[in-house]
């Protein structure tokens, strides 16, 4: 049984150990929170003795061996690289980190330690997404792609009230790009790759992050248009079209409600049965990479997270959003 430490208590940690359980190779032994209070709180649901408020000696400690990091982005540089380097296995919420450069960081340190470094996106491991790159062959060549995730925030109607909660804070590296906006990205260059041209525009909140925005990647034979929103709900699916057909897929990020379309509009379901926790592929793979001595997934690799990295660096930078962990 691999032993799991947590940063972050909140609902997406709940919903990561709910999956990690269910694997039977993960278990919850070490909890870490900023006041002792909420990490007692959080401890005594999984019924576990070892908690923690100070980072150092949560890394130190000898009670876990892999961390699950679901912290504010702008932290994730810096924890992963403390955990990699008391020979902790890493699994970091998305994105990776909050640029290009801090990712660069993470992956020359989880190499030189020789441990498990993955970037927790997991549509990239859910049989449908599988299913969706076998049916691009039926609809091939394919010619455009419309990511839509858009999910109005409930923390946005503090946000108009004067409160900015974390999700709008730029010192934390959030925003609908990083927090929505990299479920469309990530999946599309794990399918097609570095783009030849980044376009990309946005609403950008007087806090000093974006609220929603669109990203349009160029490939020389297609495009990719992502769609992505903090501030609005959606009740439109996502497409990949084909000269020979198209792919509608009712939800993007869990990649469930699959359709396939002919040329003639005729529509079949082709949804694989999945998880109902659809993180619960990513829980398993990062502990068979524990379990087998595996450094880097084949799946989640160093090089898509690089590349949905620089595809983010340059998005952010063309709608004019700006972290202080871009100035360190």
């Not at 097609?192 to 806090?207: D, E, T, W, Y």
């Not at 897929?249 to 082709?270: A, F, N, P």
């Amino acid at each position: 049984m691999i032993r799991l430490g947590v940063i972050g208590t909140n609902w997406i940690t709940e919903r990561f150990l709910e999956a990690a359980h269910q694997t039977d190779q993960l278990q919850l032994t070490a909890v870490y929170s900023r006041t002792e209070e909420k990490a007692k709180q959080f401890a005594e649901k999984y019924a576990v003795d070892h908690t923690f408020t100070r980072l150092s000696a949560f890394f130190e400690s000898d009670v876990f061996d892999a961390v699950y990091i679901a912290s504010p982005t702008a932290l994730h540089a810096q924890q992963a690289i403390q955990a990699m380097e008391n020979k902790k296995h890493v699994l970091v919420e998305k994105p990776m980190a909050s640029n290009v450069r801090e990712a660069e960081k993470m992956i020359a340190v989880a190499e030189k330690e020789g441990v498990v470094l993955m970037e927790a996106m997991k549509t990239t491991h859910l049989p449908n997404f599988d299913l969706v790159k076998d049916l691009m062959e039926e609809i091939k060549p394919v010619r455009r792609v419309i990511a839509n995730f858009c999910q109005y925030s409930s923390r946005y109607d503090r946000y108009k009230e004067g409160e900015v909660l974390n999700a709008f804070k730029p010192e934390l590296s959030n925003g609908s790009l990083m927090d929505i906006g990299i479920y469309t990205i990530y999946p599309v260059i794990k399918l097609f790759g570095r783009p030849k041209k980044i376009q990309a525009q946005a609403m950008v909140l007087a806090s000093g992050v974006d609220g929603s925005g669109t990203v349009l990647l160029s490939y020389d034979e297609l495009e990719a248009n992502m769609i992505f929103s903090k501030i609005t709900n959606s009740a439109l699916p996502s497409e990949i079209q084909g000269e020979n057909g198209s792919i509608v897929i009712d939800k993007w990020s869990d990649m469930s409600g699959i359709h396939l379309v002919d040329k003639k509009g005729d529509k079949q379901e082709r949804s694989l049965e999945q998880l109902t926790n659809s993180m619960g592929y990513e829980a398993r793979h990062f502990a068979d990479l524990i379990k087998t001595g595996e450094t880097e997934s084949d799946i989640n690799t160093f090089e898509t997270s690089l590349e949905t990295m620089k595809v983010l660096d340059e998005a952010r930078r063309q709608i004019g959003v700006v972290y202080p962990a871009d100035e360190k």
